[in-house]
């Protein structure tokens, strides 16, 4: 009777425990992109936009860019037009006898972003190389 | 007798010179080795803990303007430093320029190219630092989990300075704060603080970075007379950091120019006024020699001057040659001119 009594016990608290795991799902969601842009010698500038709804509390934006040849500008915006990150890189080595790497990387994790269009802006100049850019949006 | 004293002085003046050499030899071996340590002081040395993804090469970038703070490419790192098994580097300052300038410090990945540039979160992988050629400087880290995130920097004070501004500027200071007013207040307070430690900073780089990011634009208008001061106060630098900051300022119109534009503004009045003389001048003249011709003569005239020929005068008139004829010399004579060309003439006056 007593095993019973205990078992009984130890499998409510567990459906108990799984059910506020389920609901703690259910009540957080997050939405995650990943682009990878190709830059073919490309000048061309590019603007990548990020959609944040009013319902969105963080942001994290990852931005990964490798250039084996020209120049690269990334500049990150909030909807209101403020710089909220930027870096270059540049590249002048790429001969079939030398080659040269240069690699950006840039993280921002921002609390409660403004909602609106945010913007990645890719401002390259003869640029050969690529960028991917992760972007994850958590609502709870 | 004489002679074991004279022996005893000889060796007494002997010693003497033996102590003298060995003083001699024992100063000179201070003073290198006092200039050695000098020299090894003048550096800028660390001990950072490194995890395993990072390769053990500490690169140095010379930053010339704060634009290109997030800057890379391989032409810009000056020099590199091996980071030993004990997790020291060391980079002699004396190749650096006499003024102070901004480094960049950076670690790159063992996966990743030397010229790689991480911004933000745990793996950040660079910092700034002030030096010239006599900068002493000492950076470590605290954990390996971390390189620079949480590094310490002593040495050289303006570098501490410069870290707080950096660490101010850089964190979200309003990321836990939910309301929009709250946010504009903490900035505006923000921008209010880095203004005044502009001001009151005596290191021309650290009060130019602080400036710098205080969004000084947006309030120029309103403290156009702390900016003026501002670059009175820093008039003698010369550094490419103000140059930059300089260019952003409106240029300023001073007496001079003023004066120029009040002295060409009367030329041209005067000019103008001079023209419009003469051309009245000769206008007036024109007209007086015209109303000098009788009605005939003035028909005639205008026909003379669309470029008729006497013949088509005449048949217009219904008169003969010759006193179309007349009537020219007649117009002649008045207008005090020989030909048809300067009838045009008298008539574009």
């Known amino acids: 009777m007593k095993k019973s009594i205990q078992l009984f016990l130890c499998l409510f608290l567990f459906s108990a425990l799984i059910q506020a795991q389920q609901r703690q799902l259910d009540s957080c969601n997050s939405t995650s992109t990943n682009r990878t842009i190709q830059f073919d010698g490309s000048s061309e500038q590019q603007a990548i936009i990020i959609d944040v709804s009013k319902d969105t509390n963080k942001m994290h934006v990852s931005i990964n860019s490798t250039v084996k040849s020209g120049y690269l500008t990334v500049e990150l915006y909030d909807p209101k037009g403020n710089k909220k990150g930027n870096f270059s890189i540049e590249s002048q080595v790429n001969t079939s006898e030398k080659k040269e790497q240069v690699c950006g990387q840039m993280q921002k994790h921002i609390e409660d972003p403004v909602n609106g269009k945010w913007t990645v802006l890719l401002v390259p100049n003869k640029v050969i190389g690529d960028v991917s850019i992760c972007t994850s949006l958590h609502n709870e | ?349």
């Not at chain 2, 200071?173 to 009151?200: C, M, P, Q, W």
């Open chain 2, 1 to 349: 007798m004489n002679k074991t004293k004279i022996y005893i002085n000889r060796i007494h003046i002997k010693s003497y010179k033996l102590l003298l050499f060995i003083l001699f030899v024992n100063s000179l071996n201070c003073f290198s080795q006092s200039k050695s340590k000098n020299e090894q002081s003048k550096s800028i040395n660390g001990k950072l803990q490194l995890d395993s993804i990072w390769e053990p090469v500490v690169y140095l970038s010379h930053i010339p303007t704060f634009k290109d703070m997030y800057k890379m490419s391989n032409e810009i790192i000056i020099a590199e430093a091996k980071v030993d098994s004990l997790g020291e580097f060391h980079f002699s300052t004396e190749s650096l320029p006499k003024a102070d300038h901004l480094y960049r410090l950076h670690i790159s990945k063992k996966t990743s190219p030397a010229a790689s540039l991480i911004i933000g979160g745990k793996e950040e992988n660079h910092i700034f630092l002030i030096a010239n050629k006599n900068s002493n400087i000492s950076i470590s880290n605290r954990t390996k989990d971390s390189l620079f995130y949480n590094y310490i920097i002593n040495g050289y004070q303006p570098n501490v300075d410069f870290k707080t501004i950096h660490g101010i500027i850089s964190n979200d200071n309003t990321g836990a704060v939910k309301s929009n007013l709250k946010k504009e207040f903490i900035n505006k307070t923000i921008y209010e603080e880095l203004r005044h430690i502009a001001d009151t900073s005596s290191h021309p780089i650290v009060s130019l970075y602080a400036l710098t990011n205080s969004k000084f634009e947006s309030t120029y208008l309103e403290n156009q007379k702390f900016y003026k001061n501002y670059l009175e106060k820093w008039k003698s630098e010369n550094s490419s950091y103000f140059n930059e900051l300089r260019s952003k300022f409106p240029k300023e119109e001073s007496t001079n120019s003023n004066l120029w534009i009040i002295v060409s503004a009367i030329f041209f009045f005067l000019l103008g006024y001079i023209i419009n003389y003469v051309i009245g001048s000769r206008r007036k003249k024109a007209n007086k020699q015209l109303k000098l011709l009788s009605i005939q003569e003035r028909k005639i005239y205008n026909l003379l001057v669309e470029g008729k020929s006497n013949k088509e005068i005449s048949e217009e008139f219904n008169i003969g040659v010759s006193t179309v004829k007349s009537h020219v010399s007649s117009i002649y004579n008045k207008l005090n001119i020989k030909s048809r060309k300067d009838i045009v003439s008298v008539n574009n006056m």
